[in-house]
């Protein structure tokens, strides 16, 4: 069986395909070596191994020594140099590498096979004592740490106080003699600790070293990682041996990381750091400052001492050209570590290089134009749930900030403004042109607008799917929700953040993204769309079989989705119109009206209101499909709460106040979500559905007149059950059209459907399917009702579910496709078979969750519809989807 694979010397046994076997670090380096790439030779112990150590009682296979004398053997061949040899010594590194990097894994150790007789073979041969001393105190520091368990810090200490002893402050101050006495100490502190010597014979050090990264694989650090990740234990991680390379020899050695392109900007420049006269871990450990590689960014940076281009110009050209090979190689922007030895250039590391989600649009676009890879490759390297981030203004990543409070990244964005506790006072603050964050324990329909005037919302209880958290996405508007820590007291006006107190008034900052709250005014960055992205859209658009609608009901919320490439609206929540302005007055006097009568006195107010609204989303959506639902909540959710909102409510709308309370505990509910709601409301009160239906014909004609385009409503029926609530509500809506075109003397194109938002109403499609013209499937709601899960009430458990692993994601965030999304695929199955060309789609707030938008491409519905700020991830989703 073949454990061990050996690279070096323009070849390699394995290659970069060979990532599960070899690791990522191993698998590229035999890729780099197998390019012609200066690779300093060595092997990789494959994952095999580690799988067979922990399957055996931590032991390894028959025939690993062997192979491993071979592989040494090889490297010999290539350095000229043997392991274990006393007068010309190989010296190797051991680095752990597992197919994805993880941290929590072993340490490298380097410079291995150095002992008391070695170091003076390599201080011969280099002509340094001060080098061989320096790398072998470094080797009994690292193997001190990492292999034997001793506290790194007690050799730190050693090494500092030698430096105060001499007076110096830097490592590179000490000389030879310094170093031969903190080798003795440090071989003297290992010995007290770990009650064992430090180990002279190499190949003792070298199976310590291998033993101890496969050891590292089960260190509570790398488990906890792993599960965090979903990464199985089976997966083991590879050792690689390799070569050592010195980049502490002198002033003509040097090492350093670097990305073939910036990583934050995406910009086409070489982007890095290096050190001269250093080893590898010195550049992150931050014992010296690291220079820029190149002559510009030195200059930019303003500093004195010289790029790696200027210091070392054979070996910059070289290592460009290499950068130019890898990228042309592995078609993607890499992150690697190389090392100059005495002016000769190696190459140590390459991965794909992490980037901002800016960075990532930019380098995809650049590598389509410059023929690197194909535009397909490019959509699918995007990750789209990352595009949020390029919507909305950020914090400056520079920006000093004191955190305050912290609760769940609900809306992405950042926001400043003065705390407000209500929604009046948020209005009056936007009305004053002044910035607020509207402050609540948790917001209800009767904060819509306060939500709306408010730069971000802010509330102490709620989860990700909380009323505020899904209105405030909706919005794009930022909020953090949940943050435990705050005391609202909303008779004082005084906010407790923790020992921070404040007030109305007193000036915050929210990021969104990150959920963090903090006090005064932080510097933020505005959002720029740049020529990447619409290049991005573009490929995507060209791509996509489904198309993408939005959810909105205002005027505002349609225009930004229009920006954003939305191809109509699948979803207008009509009651979210009910309490604008004076309309809530008016919508009131409908609810309290004792008879028909006096009920149709208070529709015919809301008729020219409700018309504009449709009208204005008409004209704006010119031509495009809009989808309008009737009203769907109970009425008691236009009803006043408490005693104080009970009279000032009475007075404005002429009633008694004793009424009002009596009709509002007439309507309170138990259950409201399961409760009179829905066509169940058009059934009881066709009046309502009859002026609703009437403001949509008539605004469909002055709009197709206004705009020349002709307007083909929508007209969705919510919360069906069966087939005869949805042909008793249909009979209206088709008599109120009939009626409208009569009048008006034109013909209306119009279709009539219905949300499947109930489980019977997925498995009784077929029956629907013979009434409704459309479906759209309201997944909130079916998550709820197939669940049998308040999602206002999810929060209290969700997090514990999520947490025991007893439910793995929140179904209300991404669609439970065994379950919610069986049931849906049933009712398009079943729907289709009756009418075979039934456009379907999906509104729920799943329709702008990628991973959702994939099972609706698999399902073959024809449409996703989102919230304004979710349509370009959607677009992207659904080419990614397609492809
Ligand atoms: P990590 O995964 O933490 O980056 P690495 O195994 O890549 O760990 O190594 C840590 C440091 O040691 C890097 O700077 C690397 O370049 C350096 N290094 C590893 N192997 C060698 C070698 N054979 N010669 C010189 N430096 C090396
Ligand atoms: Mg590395
Ligand atoms: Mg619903």
């Not at 190149?294 to 010289?306: L, M």
């Not at 705050?486 to 969104?512: H, Q, Y």
């Not at 999602?791 to 209300?812: I, N, S, W």
Request: aromatic residues 6%.
């Amino acid at each position: 069986h073949h454990w061990v694979y050996s690279f070096g010397g323009g070849g390699a046994d394995g290659d970069a395909t060979m990532r599960n076997l070899l690791g990522g670090k191993g698998a590229n380096l035999a890729e780099m070596s197998r390019i012609g790439l200066p690779v300093p030779p060595g092997f990789t112990i494959t994952t095999e191994v580690c799988t067979h150590f922990y399957a055996h009682e931590r032991t390894y296979p028959d025939g690993l020594t062997e192979q491993i004398d071979n592989a040494l053997a090889k490297v010999a061949a290539i350095t000229g140099k043997t392991f274990g040899s006393t007068d010309n010594p190989l010296l190797l590194s051991v680095r752990s590498g597992a197919r994805v990097s993880m941290p929590g894994m072993m340490d490298t150790v380097l410079n291995l096979g150095l002992n008391d007789v070695t170091v003076e073979a390599l201080a011969r041969l280099s002509g340094d004592e001060r080098f061989a001393c320096d790398s072998y105190r470094r080797f009994i520091q690292m193997y001190g740490d990492v292999v034997m368990g001793v506290d790194h810090e007690l050799f730190e200490d050693a090494l500092g106080a030698a430096k105060d002893k001499r007076g110096v402050e830097l490592d590179t101050d000490l000389t030879a003699e310094d170093w031969r006495g903190l080798i003795a100490q440090f071989k003297a502190i290992i010995e007290e600790e770990a009650g064992e010597a430090f180990p002279q014979d190499p190949f003792d050090q070298l199976y310590g070293s291998v033993g101890a990264v496969f050891k590292s694989w089960m260190v509570p650090r790398a488990i906890t990682y792993r599960m965090l990740h979903d990464y199985p234990e089976t997966w083991g991680t590879a050792v690689n041996v390799q070569a050592m390379v010195f980049g502490n020899m002198g002033e003509r050695s040097a090492t350093g990381v670097a990305f073939t392109r910036n990583p934050s900007t995406g910009e086409k420049s070489l982007y890095g750091e290096y050190l001269i006269n250093a080893q590898g871990e010195d550049v992150v450990a931050g014992i010296r400052t690291p220079q820029p590689l190149t002559r510009k960014a030195r200059e930019e940076a303003g500093v004195s001492s010289p790029s790696l281009e200027e210091a070392m110009p054979a070996a910059f050209d070289e290592f460009t050209k290499y950068c130019d090979a890898l990228e042309a190689h592995y078609h993607d922007m890499q992150d690697m570590e190389f090392t100059v030895e005495d002016g000769t250039l190696w190459m140590l590391q390459t991965r794909s290089g992490k980037r901002t989600t800016k960075a990532a649009m930019k380098i995809a676009v650049d590598m389509v134009s410059e023929g690197l890879i194909t535009s397909d490759e490019a959509l699918m390297r995007l990750d789209p749930a990352a595009i949020d981030q390029l919507l909305h203004p950020t914090i400056d990543e520079n920006a000093e900030r004191q955190i305050i409070a912290r609760g769940l990244p609900a809306s992405p964005g950042a926001a400043t403004g003065e705390i407000v506790l209500t929604s009046a006072a948020a209005e009056e603050a936007a009305a004053a042109g002044r910035d607020c964050i509207l402050v609540r324990v948790e917001t209800s329909p009767e904060d819509i607008h306060g939500m709306h005037a408010a730069k971000g919302i802010l509330t102490a209880r709620g989860g990700m799917t909380s009323h505020a958290a899904v209105v405030a996405r909706g919005m794009g508007t930022p909020c953090v929700s949940g943050a435990g820590a705050l005391r609202i007291n909303n008779d004082t006006g005084m906010i407790a953040a923790g020992p921070t107190k404040l007030k109305a008034g007193d000036v915050i900052t929210i990021d969104g993204a990150s959920g963090e709250v903090m006090l005064g005014a932080v510097t933020m960055q505005e959002p720029e769309l740049t020529g990447e992205f619409s290049a991005v859209m573009e490929w995507a658009d060209a791509t996509r079989r489904m198309t993408v609608r939005t959810n909105a009901e205002t005027p505002a919320d349609a225009e930004t989705a229009r920006k954003y490439g939305a191809e109509g609206i699948g979803l207008c929540r009509t009651e979210h119109m009910f309490f604008d302005g004076d309309r809530i007055v008016s919508v009131r006097q409908m609810i309290l009206a004792d008879d028909p009568a006096d009920r149709q006195k208070a529709l015919d107010k809301l008729l020219p209101m409700q018309r504009g609204d449709f009208k204005q989303l008409f004209e704006i959506m010119a031509g495009l499909p809009v989808t309008i639902r009737l009203l769907d909540p109970p009425l008691h959710e236009f009803l006043p709460r408490t005693d104080e909102e009970m009279e000032a409510v009475a007075a404005d709308i002429g009633v008694d106040a004793d009424l009002l309370r009596e009709r509002t505990q007439e309507l309170h509910e138990f259950n409201p979500m399961l409760g009179h709601r829905g066509c169940r409301l058009a059934i009881s009160y066709p009046e309502i559905a009859r002026m609703q239906a009437r403001a949509i014909f008539e605004a469909a004609v002055e709009a197709g007149n206004a705009t020349g385009s002709l307007v083909e409503p929508e007209v969705m029926v919510p919360l069906v059950a069966t087939k005869a609530e949805l042909d008793f509500v249909k009979k209206e809506i088709v008599a109120v059209a009939d009626a409208v075109m009569a009048e008006k003397g034109v013909t209306i194109p119009y279709t009539v459907g219905t949300m499947i938002e109930l489980p019977r109403a997925a498995l009784r499609a077929g029956d629907i399917a013979q009434s409704a013209q459309f479906f759209s499937f309201g997944t909130n709601d079916l998550t709820q009702t197939t669940f049998g899960i308040s999602r206002d009430d999810a929060g209290q458990f969700l997090g514990t579910y999520e947490r025991l692993g007893v439910m793995e994601k929140d179904p209300f965030v991404t669609l439970d496709q065994d379950g919610v999304g069986e049931l849906v695929k049933i009712a398009t199955e079943r729907g289709k078979a009756v009418s075979v060309d039934m456009k379907m789609g999906i509104c729920g707030e799943h329709g702008g969750d990628p991973a959702s938008i994939g099972f609706c491409e698999t399902i073959g519905l024809d449409y996703v519809s989102c919230s304004p700020f979710r349509v370009p991830i959607a677009r992207l989703a659904a080419a990614q989807a397609a492809l």
